[in-house]
C-alpha cells in the first residue's frame, strides 16, 4: 500500500478540539507548532474522534486559511501553497511561519519564504 493522501489531524482552540481530514505529511514539527494544528502519528492516531468538515471549521472561524510561498533557491521556482492555522495563532503564524521548512511533496526540503492570509468578510451591509 503506497502513502496515504490524507491523514487525521487535531486543531485545539481555547478547550475545543476538532478533528478533521488534513493533507498526510504536512502538519508535523515546526509547521505543527506555528499552525496549531497536529498531525496523528502511530502512536495517536485520533480514531475515536468524530471528524468535522473542514468547510465547517472555516465558516465557524475556527481554521483559517493562508497561502504560503516556498522558494526553492537553486532551480529559482516559487510555489504557493495553502496551509491551514488555528484561529487562536492570528498574531503570531504569519511572522512565525518564514523560514519554516515544506516537508512534503514537489518542493519538500524548501524554506517557506512569506504568508498571506485572507481577509474575512464579517457583513456585506
Same mark, same amino acid.
Given at each position: 500500500m503506497g502513502t496515504p493522501i490524507l491523514g487525521r489531524a487535531l486543531l485545539t482552540v481555547g478547550e475545543d478540539t476538532y478533528c478533521f481530514l488534513a493533507p498526510y505529511g504536512v502538519y508535523t514539527d515546526d509547521i505543527a507548532t506555528q499552525t496549531g494544528i497536529q498531525a496523528a502519528t502511530a502512536d495517536d492516531t485520533f480514531e475515536d474522534d468524530v471528524l468535522v468538515a473542514v468547510k465547517d471549521l472555516i465558516r465557524g472561524g475556527v481554521l483559517?486559511? $493562508? &497561502?504560503v510561498l516556498v522558494y526553492d533557491s537553486v532551480a529559482n521556482v516559487s510555489a504557493y501553497k495553502t496551509l491551514h492555522y488555528s484561529s487562536d495563532k492570528v498574531t503570531t503564524f504569519k511572522t512565525g511561519i518564514k523560514g519554516v521548512t515544506w516537508?512534503?511533496? &514537489?518542493? $519538500?526540503g524548501q524554506n517557506i519564504s512569506g504568508a498571506m492570509t485572507s481577509v474575512r468578510v464579517r457583513s456585506r451591509q
Open positions: 483559517l486559511t $493562508a &497561502k516537508p512534503v511533496g &514537489k518542493n $519538500a
